[in-house]
């Protein structure tokens, strides 16, 4: 028997928003929010000039490394895929993994 989310498109939602100083006006870095904004749980934050991105939790309680002031979170953007069934369809080029598009 075949799944019944096989032949119906699954649209995926990603946030992304800029991590930026209210006192300074420093951009520290973009947050990835996931599937949700704002974000429940943990969240990616990618900082300019570091390969690796870094796992937070609690990212509203970060502060700027320059000058102690808080954070705040601008120019939100959602970005959405669209996948086919419980997974992508061959040769998809989607950036997040095909279970994350099967979750709904």
Same mark, same amino acid.
């Given at each position: 028997?075949?799944?019944p989310m096989v032949g119906i498109a699954a649209r995926l939602v990603r946030f992304t928003a800029e991590l930026t100083c209210l006192l300074c006006g420093r951009s520290l870095? !973009?947050?990835? &929010?996931?599937?949700?904004w704002p974000p429940?749980?943990?969240v990616l934050l990618y900082r300019p000039g570091v390969d690796?991105?870094?796992l937070l939790s609690g990212w509203w309680r970060r502060r700027c490394t320059t000058c102690g002031g808080a954070l705040m979170a601008t120019?939100? !953007?959602?970005? &959405?895929?669209?996948g086919r069934g419980p997974g992508l369809?061959?040769?998809s080029h989607s950036p997040w993994p095909a279970t994350q598009l099967a979750r709904g």
């Amino acid at each position: 028997m075949e799944s019944p989310m096989v032949g119906i498109a699954a649209r995926l939602v990603r946030f992304t928003a800029e991590l930026t100083c209210l006192l300074c006006g420093r951009s520290l870095g !973009t947050l990835d &929010g996931g599937s949700s904004w704002p974000p429940r749980g943990e969240v990616l934050l990618y900082r300019p000039g570091v390969d690796q991105p870094t796992l937070l939790s609690g990212w509203w309680r970060r502060r700027c490394t320059t000058c102690g002031g808080a954070l705040m979170a601008t120019e939100v !953007t959602s970005l &959405g895929a669209v996948g086919r069934g419980p997974g992508l369809d061959t040769g998809s080029h989607s950036p997040w993994p095909a279970t994350q598009l099967a979750r709904g």
